[in-house]
């Protein structure tokens, strides 16, 4: 079968996005599900990629051997982790696609985000994690090595430092103090039992539902300010470890994007560049370089 179509994904912390393409034609079709990190929660991830790809091949009537995939998942950088993705897509869901290339949700974000051209790319969302593309082609992933271990400046990281914050009020206090630790318990508990029990299966996506909370009370609660302050250093710290010793644009894409630009020092707000697309965009771009190389090497043979 001729190659015909090709599949952009977009798989993070928090949601799953698809794109087929028809090459002839230039026909869209999208699909969307939940989260698919595959490093924070690998059977979840399977089950929201098997599900946009059943769609958007139920809605085009294209088969697996047809397509070309790009997938840009979180926690795509783990060999093993990419290795096991694309065993299980073949073997437990029967799709093994005309070629199927996963990376991190961080490069593809990269790609989007100045439209290929070299840049300084931090993605904010469930995690945080930096990429940085050069004139030469060079790419290098900055951070981004989990939520347990690193992840600083994602909306896990955040939701985790108001909770721990609310722990500390609990042993101290037997009682949260301040509006955040308050609204915070009315959700997880306000005492040791309710609090265990919540910790007990809480996962990065969860911590990371708490972000909307603390923006919100960032004039109400000193507490929320303190939280995000540091919040907004820790994305300083990434920026300044992302652009090394380069001048490269520097732009700041995902959820946390907007509402954390606004707490950053004054000179970085100045010198940062527009966004000028997602890590969806970054995979289409990827997918269409590599159908190009394809027919370049067809043309030369």
């Not at 999208?30 to 990190?37: I, N, V, Y």
């Not at 070309?68 to 993705?85: F, I, P």
């Not at 939520?147 to 009682?175: K, P």
Request: hydrophobic share 40%.
């Amino acid at each position: 079968m001729s190659l015909d179509y090709i599949l952009a994904i977009d798989g993070g912390g928090t949601k799953t996005v698809a794109k087929l393409i028809h090459l002839p034609s230039g026909q869209e079709y999208t699909a969307h599900a939940g989260e698919a990190s595959i490093y924070n929660d690998f059977n979840t991830a399977i089950s929201s990629l098997q599900q946009v790809i059943n769609s958007v091949c139920e809605q085009s009537g294209a088969q697996h051997s047809q397509i070309l995939a790009v997938m840009g998942l979180a926690g795509g950088a783990s060999k093993a982790l990419v290795e096991r993705v694309t065993a299980t897509l073949q073997l437990g869901c029967d799709i093994e696609f005309a070629q199927l290339m996963i990376v991190s949700d961080a490069i593809t974000s990269l790609y989007g985000a100045n439209l290929g051209q070299p840049v300084a790319m931090l993605a904010l969302g469930t995690g945080a994690v930096a990429a940085r593309l050069t004139a030469a082609g060079d790419t290098k992933l900055i951070g981004g090595w989990g939520f347990s271990v690193d992840d600083f400046g994602g909306g896990a990281r955040l939701g985790l430092s108001a909770v721990q914050h609310l722990l500390d009020e609990i042993d101290r206090f037997n009682e949260p103090q301040n509006p955040l630790t308050k609204q915070l318990s009315e959700q997880i508990g306000g005492d040791r039992e309710h609090i265990s029990s919540w910790l007990l299966s809480a996962k990065a996506v969860d911590y990371a539902r708490f972000s909307p909370l603390i923006f919100s009370l960032k004039d109400q609660c000193s507490l929320a300010d303190t939280v995000l302050s540091e919040h907004a250093r820790q994305v300083e710290r990434l920026i300044e470890k992302c652009r090394a010793d380069s001048q490269l644009p520097v732009i700041i894409i995902g959820g946390l994007a907007d509402v954390t630009i606004a707490l950053l020092n004054e000179h970085i707000q100045q010198n940062l560049s527009p966004r000028r697309g997602d890590s969806l965009v970054g995979a289409v771009i990827l997918a269409t370089d590599r159908v190009k190389q394809i027919d370049h090497k067809r043309i030369t043979r």
